[in-house]
């Protein structure tokens, strides 16, 4: 592993990458830890910062530009702000089932799936875990 790529490609792309990376450990531990506790509500919060940051900083990121200026990313962090906030209405409104979902989709599609794209030949995550 060599993290300098990551720290070449400036602040918003390495602060996006590293909040996401303990996104994505944060929210491993979150899934296993038991539910409806006040450490799960802390933790949940702290997520609910990190996936914010995760996803405000995508805002920055025009690497791809496939759309113009924008590229499916920035949707994804619309999408991704949408859903943290639909998450908490729905936990505070007693909807326990739908929050998990809500929660648990946003982990696995938000950081798991689009975690293993950045994974991809040609960027920056790639090289710092595979080289060049």
């Not at 995760?54 to 805002?59: E, H, K, Q, S, Y």
């Not at 702000?81 to 938000?110: E, N, P, T, W």
Request: proline share 3%; aromatic share 10%; hydrophobic share 55%.
């Amino acid at each position: 592993m060599n993290l300098e790529p990551l720290w070449q490609s400036g602040p918003v792309i390495s602060t996006h990458a590293t909040v996401a990376v303990i996104a994505l450990f944060t929210g491993a531990i979150q899934l296993a830890l038991p539910k409806g506790t006040s450490l799960h509500r802390g933790t949940g919060a702290v997520w609910v910062i990190l996936m914010g940051i995760v996803a405000i900083t995508g805002f920055w990121i025009h690497e791809l530009r496939q759309f113009g200026f924008f590229s499916w990313i920035h949707l994804l962090s619309i999408l991704t702000l949408v859903v943290l906030v639909r998450s908490i209405m729905l936990v505070r409104s007693g909807r326990i089932k739908a929050h998990r979902m809500s929660m648990a989709m946003l982990y696995f599609l938000g950081l798991v799936l689009t975690g293993m794209f950045t994974l991809l030949p040609g960027r920056v995550m790639h090289s710092v875990f595979f080289g060049g």
